[in-house]
């Protein structure tokens, strides 16, 4: 079934064809929704000039040569939130305009050598809320962009000292107690999403964006952090940044005693406990001050390299159980 939208000379604007909608296609740039349509593969009827391609929420379960082969001037592609498990080499060949990839919430478990060749030009990578346990030591080899991106952060410097990951819950805490010590006591440039995310783009753009824009991520766990699915993400993204600048990024601060068995659903975060030290909000009031400093001390330290972290002789799991978010959780980005 076709469904036809007309402007005022008459040419075609947008179009429903089997469960896509398409936008502006006989322009110079065309856009195809096929988002939560529960499609199994790749749809081969779609405009080859295509610019833009959601294929996110559907029960995709693998990629592969031939998928991507016709749309040569593919600019964007989510295909989040699928069950996807495995990409054939090749997939992206055909793809080398390609610049934003989004492969977040998916069943991949390999990163193999050659799964993104052919990718020159792409500039973002989302692969958070993924099982990989094994990346090849060369699957971002071919990824130039990428990689100048990266060298351009690096050398450019950073727009944040801190990114500030929490949850909606503790906003007071953070709002009252934090906020006013990084950033009136010690002058540290604090990246706050209610303040500082850019309205209007995706929230999960915004927040890759953003921590990697920022020298530290700073973690406020409680145990309604542990259960959102927001900070679940803002950790996956501080872990994998972890693993690609091999830099020690991550500041975590326990706002509550979390007992061990509470923690044993969440594997990530007891991997980092293993591996890092944390802070803890004191109970005593006499010992906030010794807090505060400790807390400028590791802002200002271990910006060197990781090469003794365990968590980079393997990409750590996203072993957080999968949930949909919740209209309050999403209030928190709104």
């Not at 199994?40 to 592969?64: A, R």
């Not at 944040?160 to 929490?166: C, H, P, Q, R, T």
């Not at 944390?278 to 109970?283: A, H, I, M, R, T």
């Not at 010794?290 to 990409?315: I, Q, S, V, Y």
Request: net charge neutral; with cysteine.
């Amino acid at each position: 079934m076709c469904l036809f939208v007309l402007n005022q000379d008459q040419t075609v604007t947008s179009y429903t064809f089997n469960k896509c909608e398409v936008h502006n296609a006989f322009g110079n740039k065309t856009k195809v929704l096929c988002y939560n349509q529960k499609l199994l593969e790749v749809p081969t009827y779609l405009p080859t000039k295509l610019v833009f391609l959601d294929l996110s929420q559907n029960s995709i379960s693998s990629l592969g040569k031939n998928d991507f082969k016709n749309f040569s001037s593919l600019q964007s592609l989510n295909i989040s939130q699928n069950n996807i498990s495995k990409i054939e080499d090749g997939t992206f060949i055909h793809t080398s305009h390609l610049e934003f990839l989004n492969l977040s919430a998916n069943q991949l478990q390999l990163l193999s050598s050659f799964m993104f060749d052919g990718l020159m030009n792409l500039t973002t990578l989302l692969l958070s809320s993924n099982k990989i346990y094994r990346i090849n030591p060369s699957a971002f080899a071919n990824l130039e962009n990428l990689k100048k991106q990266k060298r351009k952060r690096q050398g450019t410097g950073y727009d944040y000292d801190a990114f500030l990951s929490f949850n909606i819950h503790d906003e007071k805490w953070v709002v009252d107690d934090l906020l006013p010590v990084l950033e009136n006591q010690y002058c540290w440039k604090v990246c706050l999403h209610q303040r500082d995310f850019e309205p209007g783009r995706p929230i999960l753009e915004n927040i890759v964006d953003n921590i990697y824009a920022s020298r530290k991520t700073i973690c406020i766990i409680s145990r309604h952090y542990l259960e959102s699915e927001w900070c679940s993400k803002e950790i996956q993204v501080a872990s994998f940044r972890i693993f690609d600048d091999r830099k020690d990024v991550l500041v975590l601060i326990f706002l509550e005693d979390i007992p061990a068995e509470y923690l044993s659903p969440y594997h990530r975060m007891r991997k980092l406990l293993k591996t890092k030290t944390y802070l803890k909000w004191p109970e005593d009031k006499r010992e906030i001050p010794l807090f505060w400093h400790k807390l400028n001390m590791a802002m200002k330290t271990g910006d060197g390299k990781e090469d003794e972290n365990p968590l980079l002789a393997g990409f750590v799991p996203d072993e957080i159980p999968e949930r949909p978010i919740t209209h309050k959780e999403q209030l928190q980005y709104a």
